[in-house]
């Protein structure tokens, strides 16, 4: 069983970038899809990008494209969220989730890489806060 922990989040000004972190834990990195949500106040958790650090294979919602970057560092078992050009609206609890590869695949087969359903493992979440 994966044990994932987000950090990095803050108070950012408008403009601004920020990175996320997600390290993982207990189990082996290269056996699972990782994954970032969100949740602003009052709005439906959010999938914003995926990837399977077997391969580095990423996917990104179209509502973040160009401004968020996901990628890993297998060495440390831990991946990463850039986030550039930073909006009043990005404002939100960040979550980092982990599904199993075989499942994740499934999924991604049927053109769903972040349907929340399939992340069994969830952090706790870190808060990002954009200042306009």
């Known amino acids: 069983e994966v044990h994932v922990a987000e950090s990095g989040g803050g108070l950012v000004q408008a403009g601004g970038s920020l990175r996320l972190s997600c390290a993982a834990s207990g189990s082996s990195f290269d056996d699972y899809a990782i994954a970032w949500f969100r949740q602003a106040p009052g709005k439906e958790r959010e999938g914003v990008s995926c990837?399977?650090?077997?391969?580095?294979?990423?996917y990104y919602a179209d509502s973040v494209k160009g401004r968020f970057t996901i990628s890993s560092d297998n060495a440390k078992n831990t991946v990463y969220l850039q986030i550039d050009s930073l909006k009043p609206e990005d404002t939100a609890v960040y979550y980092c989730?982990?599904?199993?590869?075989?499942?994740?695949?499934?999924?991604?087969?049927?053109?769903?890489?972040?349907?929340?359903?399939?992340?069994?493992?969830w952090g706790q979440g870190t808060q990002v806060t954009v200042g306009s």
């Open positions: 990837i399977t650090p077997s391969d580095g294979t990423t």
């Open positions: 989730a982990a599904a199993q590869w075989a499942v994740w695949a499934l999924y991604n087969k049927a053109g769903a890489p972040l349907e929340a359903e399939q992340y069994d493992y």
